[in-house]
């Protein structure tokens, strides 16, 4: 069953592409005294309904920041929980995704996860890349730093063995060599768990998103949480450093 768009929602001014900082899962689980990963286990219902509603609303492009270069530096057992997670999700999930159409891409310096994730995240990527639905990225191992320190290493050589010149330098050629090349750059940030930053997400690709930030945890975000969310963009002006006149 597909979904239809909300009416009170213009179908020629939804975002192309959506960003979510999912923010909160390990709040989630302490609010209701019960272990933070437990907040994460509930957070891939979240991920499948929110896809599900992005696809079937006309949205092109939806990335999801699920571990940081950052979050290494939480108690092992957590990340070990979530390097596991991460593994059976995708293992479960990707027949129906695929067959959905839904193309899934990861961005992040992969080599460092555990080598039967980055295996299971090769076949789910090989069996989805004809798909022309929406495309859905999950931020694994994701720094926005460390992929302009990434994408600098790559020009730099380049470079070095006269592949290019300094001035060929210019943003197009960045973006090319970024982990989001063919991705169009987000329209939208949506961060739940009320925290108003960054966090080291998609820095160059976000110049002029839109942000909005939600109080609701992301375990509890749903359907209407998203209707919200597309309500306040609808609303926003994109000047982009134009003036209004
Ligand atoms: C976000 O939820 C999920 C990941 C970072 C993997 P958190 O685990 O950061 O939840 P809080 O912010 O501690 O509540
Ligand atoms: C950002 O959330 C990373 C992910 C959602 C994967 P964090 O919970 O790690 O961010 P900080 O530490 O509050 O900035
Ligand atoms: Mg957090």
């Not at 699920?66 to 997670?85: D, G, I, K």
């Not at 720094?143 to 210019?170: H, N, W």
């Not at 976000?206 to 609303?235: G, N």
């Amino acid at each position: 069953m597909v979904h239809p768009l909300p009416a009170d929602l213009d179908p020629q001014r939804l975002p192309k592409h959506i960003a979510v900082i999912m923010d909160g899962n390990g709040r989630w689980g302490q609010q209701r005294g019960l272990p933070r990963i437990m907040g994460h286990q509930k957070g891939v219902d979240t991920i499948r309904n929110i896809l599900t509603y992005c696809q079937d609303w006309g949205i092109q492009a939806l990335t999801v920041y699920a571990f940081s270069t950052e979050n290494w530096r939480r108690p092992p057992t957590e990340v070990e929980f979530l390097m596991t997670l991460f593994e059976k999700v995708l293992r479960r999930e990707i027949k129906i995704w695929a067959a959905k159409g839904i193309q899934i891409r990861f961005v992040g310096d992969l080599t460092s996860l555990p080598y039967s994730l980055q295996e299971e995240i090769q076949r789910s990527v090989i069996q989805t890349r004809h798909n022309s639905g929406i495309q859905f990225t999950v931020a694994t191992n994701y720094g926005g730093r460390q992929e302009l320190v990434q994408a600098c290493r790559a020009i730099a050589t380049k470079v070095a063995a006269g592949e290019l010149k300094p001035s060929d330098i210019d943003e197009t050629l960045i973006n090319n060599h970024l982990y989001t090349h063919g991705i169009p750059d987000p329209d939208l940030l949506i961060r739940t768990s009320g925290e108003m930053r960054l966090s080291n997400f998609l820095l160059w690709q976000m110049a002029y998103s839109e942000i909005y930030v939600t109080p609701t945890l992301w375990p509890d975000f749903d359907k209407t949480e998203l209707h919200q969310a597309l309500l306040a963009f609808q609303q926003r002006e994109r000047r982009f450093g134009k003036a209004t006149v």
